[in-house]
């Protein structure tokens, strides 16, 4: 997927748990109008998202991805509830043996299982690397999470406008990874593996135990 506002050649390639809603919010505004801001649907990189953003500076944010699991595991699985407060999810659940609010180990285990059978939970724990592609040499700019107060002093120079972010989508309780049993600890880094391959400039993966 990818936001561009047209005026000011800037896209940015939004990824789910990194901060999008509020980052996404003050984007979207820096637009001049409907017809200045344009937005493809939700799907991994591709040709078609290179070529909607040919001629823009391209910029996206990135995140621990041991910490946005868990964020997400926290918001999606408790928060929203994206399985208990759905009938449909939650029948399709109780059909597969699985539980509507599963912990942390449970659902570390059966990763798979969910995620295939819950379109929600597939598109926020979908990897980054399937937004990123496999070259970040694309994107002319690269911000850590923990750095979007630099992205904001950036916007604000590119537009000629003051861009700050609400910090919103934060529900949920706070897991730590040194709280996650040891076997959840080993699912989460051979699921987030490949993210951290990938950012291996930013982020270094916790020891387990």
Not at 26 to 50: C, E, I, N, Q, W
Not at 82 to 98: N, P, V
Not at 192 to 200: F, G, M, N
């Amino acid at each position: 997927m990818v936001e561009i506002v047209r005026s000011l050649s800037l896209a940015y390639v939004p990824i789910r748990k990194v901060g999008t809603t509020s980052i996404r919010k003050a984007f979207r505004a820096l637009a001049k109008g409907p017809g200045d801001h344009l937005a493809t649907y939700d799907r991994p990189m591709s040709a078609y998202v290179r070529f909607r953003a040919r001629g823009c500076r391209t910029f996206v944010v990135v995140r621990d991805p041991v910490e946005r699991f868990l964020s997400a595991y926290a918001n999606r699985i408790h928060h929203h509830e994206d399985i208990a407060a759905s009938r449909t999810h939650r029948a399709i659940a109780t059909a597969l043996g699985l539980s509507p609010r599963p912990d942390i180990e449970e659902f570390c285990a059966r990763f798979r299982l969910y995620t295939l059978s819950n379109d929600k939970l597939r598109r926020h724990f979908r990897l980054q690397a399937a937004y990123l592609g496999d070259d970040l040499g694309w994107f002319d700019h690269v911000y850590p999470l923990a750095e979007t107060d630099r992205l904001a002093a950036d916007l604000s120079d590119w537009s000629g406008r003051r861009v700050t972010f609400e910090r919103l989508q934060t529900g949920g309780p706070t897991l730590r990874f040194a709280d996650v049993p040891a076997e959840a600890q080993r699912r989460i880094l051979e699921i987030t593996s490949p993210d951290y391959r990938l950012l291996s400039a930013h982020f270094t993966p916790p020891e387990p135990g």
